[in-house]
């Protein structure tokens, strides 16, 4: 019998959990392909982004996590199309064939139609993206340190996150903290309480997904770190001056985005299937394509529902579970067993204001405060991908929590020059 050919397109948490479960079958052979060399753990990027943590505590090399896995290759590569019919993937790097395919590409921001505010507010995806914002906010600090005028040292001190979904809560409470415990030790002109953390969220208020009660404790927590929510007005201009909501303006020269995301494009390349407004692929309940059982569509990038037909979020949970299913459902097949529908175990929610406040949603269960945010940090401790990671991202925590450092306190990211090119040696 011929080796099952079976392609897993992004080792984001579909594609890591599916290629996992099936690293003991010897009878297929499974081939990786990402257009980056590293698993990124993304609940913890803003934590990259405000200087708590490095890049390396966050990401894991790929090959690393296969190198003793015989059945599975990894490719470095950018998956460009689907060719259906023939039954492979078209990259920068040539085609790969496949019996199975797993799409699985997650998703980026969306600017709704206003691509061009990207470079004044960078969204939070990758790690680039992270040094970058963390590069921002930083040079706004030291910007403000040295200015003199008190409305442009204003204006530097000034941050305004766009989306109050968990993400720019965690963002804009972190600015908050590290503004008012961090970095006020470090610098000798700037006054902490001068310092402006906004929050806008278009929807009638922040964390919807959450219970009500748990997103007006979330509100208090983060007014008690400085930050300011402004709820019910959509942005409608975003320049290197700031922010505008309506006819209101915001004089702010670090803006972030939290709000929109769109779909990997790949799934543009699929045809025949139904594109959401976000360009998720729609799938049925075994997470297939119409007329092809043997592509998966998982994650981020796909549109699935759950038993009452209410869309599964964007999480991280759902793309495991969806990654594990892809597994589940290939081992049937091969044992000649009847496939079962995808099901999705909600293990609820959670979101962090700050070092010591957080909210989790479990069912009926509802916690907040001190004891939400241990809960929260052994949930993120155990689900990070490495031992190495773990223990560093412990030891981190542990350190940040009883001295308020934030040791990742770094600008790099300048284009780079060779020293001849400046005139040095
Ligand atoms: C800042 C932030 C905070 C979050 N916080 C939480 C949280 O607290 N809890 C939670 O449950 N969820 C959270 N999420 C959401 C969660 O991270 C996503 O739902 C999850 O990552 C989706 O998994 P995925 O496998 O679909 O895609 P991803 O994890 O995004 O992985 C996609 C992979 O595909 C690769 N790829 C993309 N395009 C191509 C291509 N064309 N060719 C080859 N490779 C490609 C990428 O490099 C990546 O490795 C957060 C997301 C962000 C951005």
Redesign the pocket.
């Known amino acids: 019998m011929t080796h099952k050919q079976v392609l897993i397109?992004?080792?984001?948490?579909?594609?890591?959990n599916a290629a996992k479960r099936l690293r003991d079958l010897d009878d297929i052979s499974i081939t990786i392909?990402?257009?980056?060399n590293?698993?990124?753990?993304?609940?913890?990027?803003?934590q990259v982004a405000m200087a708590a943590l490095s890049p390396a505590d966050i990401a894991v090399p790929i090959r690393s996590l296969f190198a003793s896995a015989q059945n599975i290759r990894v490719v470095k590569?950018?998956?460009?199309s689907v060719d259906l019919a023939a039954r492979k993937v078209v990259?920068d790097a040539g085609d790969f064939p496949y019996d199975y395919l797993l799409l699985?590409?997650?998703?980026r921001h969306a600017y709704f139609g206003h691509e061009e505010w990207e470079a004044y507010a960078p969204g939070?995806?990758?790690l680039p993206q992270a040094t970058e914002i963390r590069r921002r906010v930083l040079e706004a600090f030291e910007a403000a340190e040295k200015e003199t005028d008190f409305e442009r040292r204003r204006r530097h001190l000034t941050f305004v996150v766009v989306g109050g979904g968990?993400?720019g809560v965690?963002l804009a409470g972190a600015i908050g903290e590290m503004s008012r415990f961090t970095l006020a030790q470090d610098f000798r002109h700037i006054d902490p309480r001068q310092t402006r953390v906004i929050l806008v969220e278009a929807g009638p208020r922040i964390l919807p997904s959450f219970d009500e009660k748990l997103a007006a404790r979330a509100m208090r927590d983060l007014e008690s770190l400085g930050v300011q929510t402004w709820t019910g007005g959509a942005v409608t201009d975003i320049t290197s001056d700031g922010v505008t909501i309506g006819t209101e303006h915001i004089a702010a020269c670090t803006v972030l985005w939290?709000a929109g995301v769109r779909a990997?494009?790949?799934g543009r390349t699929l045809p025949g299937v139904t594109l959401d407004r976000s360009g998720r692929v729609e799938v049925d309940d075994h997470l297939n394509i119409p007329q092809h059982a043997e592509v998966f569509v998982?994650?981020?990038?796909?549109r699935s529902v759950d038993a009452n037909g209410k869309q599964l979020?964007?999480?991280?949970?759902?793309?495991?579970q969806q990654?594990i299913y892809f597994a589940e459902t290939l081992r049937a097949d091969l044992r000649g067993k009847a496939r079962k529908p995808f099901r999705y175990h909600d293990l609820g929610?959670?979101?962090t204001i700050g070092r010591s406040r957080a909210i989790t949603e479990f069912g009926r269960l509802r916690l907040t405060g001190l004891f939400a945010w241990w809960f929260w940090l052994i949930v993120?401790i155990y689900r990070l991908s490495g031992f190495r990671n773990r223990l560093s991202v412990l030891i981190q925590w542990a350190w940040s929590y009883w001295t308020f450092g934030r040791g990742a306190r770094l600008i790099v990211g300048k284009e780079w020059r060779a020293y001849g090119a400046e005139g040095k040696v």
């Open positions: 397109i992004g080792a984001g948490f579909a594609g890591l392909i990402d257009r980056e590293h698993h990124l753990f993304q609940p913890l990027l803003y590569a950018e998956a460009t990259t699985a590409c997650g998703a939070l995806k990758t968990p993400t965690e939290a990997s494009e790949i998982a994650g981020d990038m796909s979020p964007g999480v991280a949970l759902v793309a495991m990654g929610q959670m979101a993120h």
